[in-house]
């Protein structure tokens, strides 16, 4: 079993969050990297597209705008050769997202894909006023019903990153965005935290390793580096 578990995972991109997951993230789930804005999620969501351009084809779709090309060679100064395996998806509105999503399905049976990255996923579903909130909560479900059905069929690692938000009567308190439907959907959750300069890792959720592993780090210009536990005081957060 220990040997079917580390054939499961492959190379993250980083020795750090290979760390925090005992060797890399897993093929047939979906990955969820959360935090406030500054945090390193974009960062991290290109450290593992050249990760995966490196062993093969990528889908990377992007919501945000923020696959930098310059920041991804400072990570990989070869990174122009990795670009015809990095297949780039930008969405603008939340049925550009809807239709990328449903669109994998055909994609994945063009050609063998190493890992899916969504970039976020929740930013333009942020961006609905609906008059009825659960019509939209009801097309993210489906939406990552499709990812989730991706990988368990096709043994494709899937990464998407997500926002969080501040609760009204707790404002000291962060919460995920769509914090139910990404906790279930999810096999595994990473929360990223900043404080002062110094990042923060913490493994929320996973299917065979214990709940609040954590790595602290910094920001490099080759990816991440890791450091000591800092004795700065950490804020208090709620997953939903």
Not at 5 to 25: H, P, Q, W
Not at 143 to 158: E, F, T, V, W
Not at 218 to 227: A, M, P, Q, S, T
Request: proline share 2%; net charge neutral.
């Amino acid at each position: 079993m220990e040997e079917k578990n580390k054939m499961a995972r492959v190379d993250f991109g980083s020795t750090v969050i290979n760390k925090l997951l005992e060797g890399g993230i897993e093929r047939d789930v979906i990955t969820t990297v959360f935090g406030a804005a500054g945090t390193g999620k974009s960062n991290l969501a290109i450290i593992a597209t050249i990760a995966g351009a490196k062993r093969g084809k990528v889908i990377f779709i992007d919501t945000e705008s923020d696959f930098s090309i310059e920041r991804a060679k400072q990570i990989e100064p070869e990174i122009n050769n990795l670009m015809n395996n990095i297949h780039i998806m930008r969405s603008f509105e939340f049925e550009e997202q809807q239709k990328a999503i449903r669109d994998l399905r055909e994609l994945i049976q063009k050609e063998k894909i190493e890992l899916i990255v969504i970039d976020s996923l929740t930013m333009l579903y942020r961006l609905e006023r609906p008059e009825d909130p659960k019509e939209i909560n009801l097309e993210l479900t489906k939406q990552l019903s499709i990812l989730s059905s991706i990988a368990r069929k096709n043994n494709i690692p899937i990464l998407v990153t997500n926002q969080v938000y501040s609760s009204f009567d707790k404002r000291d308190e962060i919460r995920m965005v769509g914090g139910e439907i990404l906790a279930y959907w999810s096999k595994c959750l990473i929360r990223l935290e900043k404080v002062n300069s110094f990042r923060k890792a913490e493994l929320m959720k996973h299917r065979s390793l214990p709940e609040g592993r954590t790595v602290w780090f910094e920001i490099v210009n080759e990816g991440l580096k890791e450091i000591e536990e800092p004795k700065d005081k950490e804020k208090r957060f709620s997953l939903f």
